[in-house]
């Protein structure tokens, strides 16, 4: 597993934009997939978009259109720009990170960054 460090957080206004990066705190290799998922007070934790072999991505229904995930790949870093914010976009946003190794898959989340969206 790889500890992974969340940077972008924070209180911003409905309709406004954030971006939120993810990377590794040292080397990891074989990291195969990266995204982000979110869990909002008393719901459980859901996928936002996810980044497959720095190509495919997925987004939930409810962020398609607002949201872009990236990734560079020789950095490990994985981005995610969220435009028009609304206030139930509000909860804390983790950062996962999938290793595929020789001796099986390892899955590493981070410690989460707090989104909140004030109306």
């Known amino acids: 597993q790889v500890q992974l460090v969340e940077s972008g957080g924070g209180l911003v206004q409905a309709g406004g934009s954030l971006r939120l990066s993810c990377a590794p705190a040292g080397f990891a290799s074989s990291i195969n997939a990266m995204g982000w998922y979110r869990q909002a007070p008393n719901k459980q934790r859901e996928l936002v978009a996810i980044?497959?072999?720095?190509?495919?991505?997925n987004y939930a229904d409810s962020m398609k259109g607002r949201c872009t995930i990236s990734r560079d790949n020789a950095k490990n870093t994985v981005y995610l720009q969220i435009d028009s914010l609304e206030p139930e976009d509000t909860a804390v946003y983790y950062c996962?990170?999938?290793?595929?190794?020789?001796?099986?898959?390892?899955?590493?989340w981070g410690q989460g960054t707090q989104v909140t969206v004030s109306s």
């Open positions: 980044n497959i072999n720095g190509g495919t991505t």
């Open positions: 996962y990170a999938k290793q595929v190794l020789s001796n099986g898959e390892y899955h590493s």
